[in-house]
């Protein structure tokens, strides 16, 4: 075989693999990540590990829904029954605009990712889709008798022929699909944490009844973030005795979120998040901060770094933390400890201060310090979010460079590869 003949086959197969990893090249949560309107969907997408099955395929629809629709959904439904209804969004084909217009003979049934579960009986994993009069679109379940009750809202990006995602104005409900029982959970939390080192925490849970409240709530979801035993021992860690029941209960539900949260989603929160002892708006929340691979939890009063993972399945998260989290609403705030320490270092000036007046305005002077607790809010921009989708939404060229950059250095790679043989 000449050298010529060679080359070519060799340009022929780099360029093949090039196309195969440009097309596969992309994250569902990165791409929803710029909408905040669809905040909650992109959430339950990591919840549930849509997201790994949707990333993982190498052409898909998904189909999402506004917040207003998944929070109808996600109030009244456990965990288990909202992978559920997600799965059968998500097409195993692409869907355009364009494409939904052009269906023929106006109707179709397409596969969903619901099929593949093993869960769905007949025609239950499939979804009707019907060119309607007027330019709309509608779906609904391929199960007989079922209805259009959802249409088409608007398109909210495309990378061509790869991922498409499409809104739609609500749920597409196959019969049966959100009345299926919550699989029963026979995690026991208390072995878990005893066994993880926090014996401590797994005791009071226990002889407050707040156990009961953590196994009720898994069903939707719940994070728990247990204190080791020595954390308990650390200096500064308030007498518990001394706490009311009801306070107990309080600190012991600050540690637990609502809904399932492996580090890949704390990693992305911003902002503040709820706890089961929340209940008000910004009353017994926790900040989330990320640096590299670390996690940490601030309360206002102190702050905590993930240590390590005891349980991450669906839809209970479990993980060990370093400290107690002592929340604000219980022991103040985290500014009063450390201005109380700046003014004992001060003595020596205090001498030559003391009889004038602008004494106490140095007294004073350390309360600006207490400014500087907010500065993480600063940190959680409500402005970028909401600017982005305008710019980003329907954009072929955002969708091209989004393509490019997925693996910039292999691509370097494989390009001086192939020029340097082609010249030789």
Same mark, same amino acid.
Do not use: W
């Given at each position: 075989?000449?050298?010529?003949?060679?080359?070519?086959?060799?340009?022929?197969?780099?360029?093949?693999?090039?196309?195969?990893?440009?097309?596969?090249?992309?994250?569902?949560?990165?791409?929803?990540?710029?909408?905040?309107?669809?905040?909650?969907?992109?959430?339950?997408?990591?919840?549930?590990?849509?997201?790994?099955?949707?990333?993982?395929?190498?052409?898909?629809?998904?189909?999402?829904?506004?917040?207003?629709?998944?929070?109808?959904?996600?109030?009244?439904?456990?965990?288990?029954?909202?992978?559920?209804?997600?799965?059968?969004?998500?097409?195993?084909?692409?869907?355009?605009?364009?494409?939904?217009?052009?269906?023929?003979?106006?109707?179709?049934?397409?596969?969903?990712?619901?099929?593949?579960?093993?869960?769905?009986?007949?025609?239950?994993?499939?979804?009707?889709?019907?060119?309607?009069?007027?330019?709309?679109?509608?779906?609904?379940?391929?199960?007989?008798?079922?209805?259009?009750?959802?249409?088409?809202?608007?398109?909210?990006?495309?990378?061509?022929?790869?991922?498409?995602?499409?809104?739609?104005?609500?749920?597409?409900?196959?019969?049966?699909?959100?009345?299926?029982?919550?699989?029963?959970?026979?995690?026991?939390?208390?072995?878990?944490?005893?066994?993880?080192?926090?014996?401590?925490?797994?005791?009071?849970?226990?002889?407050?009844?707040?156990?009961?409240?953590?196994?009720?709530?898994?069903?939707?979801?719940?994070?728990?973030?247990?204190?080791?035993?020595?954390?308990?021992?650390?200096?500064?860690?308030?007498?518990?005795?001394?706490?009311?029941?009801?306070?107990?209960?309080?600190?012991?539900?600050?540690?637990?979120?609502?809904?399932?949260?492996?580090?890949?989603?704390?990693?992305?929160?911003?902002?503040?998040?709820?706890?089961?002892?929340?209940?008000?708006?910004?009353?017994?929340?926790?900040?989330?901060?990320?640096?590299?691979?670390?996690?940490?939890?601030?309360?206002?009063?102190?702050?905590?770094?993930?240590?390590?993972?005891?349980?991450?399945?669906?839809?209970?998260?479990?993980?060990?933390?370093?400290?107690?989290?002592?929340?604000?609403?219980?022991?103040?705030?985290?500014? !009063? *400890?450390? /201005? &109380?320490?700046?003014? =004992?270092? #001060? %003595? @020596? +000036?205090?001498?030559?201060?003391? !009889? *004038?007046? /602008? &004494?106490?305005?140095? =007294?004073? #002077? %350390? @309360? +600006?310090?207490?400014?500087?607790?907010?500065?993480?809010?600063?940190?959680?921009?409500?402005? #970028? %979010?909401?600017?982005?989708?305008?710019?980003?939404?329907?954009?072929?060229?955002?969708?091209?460079?989004?393509?490019?950059?997925?693996?910039?250095?292999?691509?370097?790679?494989?390009?001086?590869?192939?020029?340097?043989?082609?010249?030789?």
């Amino acid at each position: 075989m000449s050298t010529l003949s060679l080359r070519t086959i060799f340009l022929f197969l780099t360029l093949s693999l090039l196309a195969i990893t440009i097309s596969s090249a992309h994250n569902i949560t990165d791409i929803l990540k710029d909408f905040p309107e669809y905040s909650q969907f992109n959430s339950y997408l990591t919840q549930t590990k849509l997201a790994d099955e949707i990333n993982s395929r190498q052409t898909i629809t998904v189909l999402v829904l506004p917040n207003g629709a998944m929070s109808d959904l996600t109030a009244k439904h456990p965990l288990s029954v909202i992978k559920s209804a997600l799965s059968l969004l998500v097409l195993l084909d692409y869907y355009d605009p364009q494409k939904l217009h052009q269906i023929s003979k106006g109707t179709t049934l397409t596969t969903t990712l619901y099929q593949t579960t093993g869960n769905a009986p007949g025609n239950l994993g499939f979804v009707n889709i019907t060119d309607l009069q007027g330019g709309k679109v509608g779906f609904g379940s391929a199960a007989s008798g079922s209805k259009l009750d959802s249409t088409y809202t608007k398109s909210v990006k495309q990378i061509p022929y790869n991922v498409s995602v499409l809104e739609i104005s609500s749920p597409i409900i196959a019969p049966g699909i959100l009345t299926a029982p919550a699989p029963s959970s026979d995690v026991n939390i208390t072995a878990l944490l005893e066994k993880a080192g926090c014996k401590t925490f797994a005791s009071l849970l226990v002889s407050s009844g707040v156990i009961k409240t953590f196994e009720s709530a898994i069903s939707k979801g719940l994070t728990v973030f247990a204190p080791s035993d020595e954390a308990f021992k650390a200096a500064g860690v308030p007498d518990l005795t001394k706490l009311t029941n009801a306070e107990v209960v309080s600190l012991l539900q600050y540690h637990a979120a609502n809904g399932y949260n492996p580090v890949g989603t704390l990693k992305t929160t911003k902002g503040s998040i709820s706890t089961l002892a929340t209940n008000g708006a910004g009353k017994f929340d926790l900040t989330v901060t990320t640096a590299g691979d670390s996690v940490t939890l601030h309360t206002g009063v102190d702050s905590s770094r993930l240590a390590d993972t005891v349980l991450d399945s669906t839809p209970l998260a479990i993980f060990t933390v370093d400290n107690v989290l002592l929340p604000t609403e219980l022991f103040g705030k985290a500014p !009063s *400890p450390a /201005p &109380a320490g700046e003014p =004992v270092a #001060a %003595p @020596s +000036p205090a001498p030559t201060v003391a !009889s *004038p007046s /602008p &004494a106490p305005v140095t =007294v004073e #002077a %350390p @309360s +600006p310090s207490a400014a500087s607790p907010p500065a993480p809010l600063t940190d959680t921009p409500g402005g #970028a %979010p909401a600017d982005a989708p305008g710019s980003a939404e329907n954009s072929t060229t955002d969708n091209a460079a989004f393509h490019v950059n997925a693996a910039p250095a292999f691509f370097a790679v494989l390009v001086t590869v192939v020029c340097s043989f082609l010249l030789s």
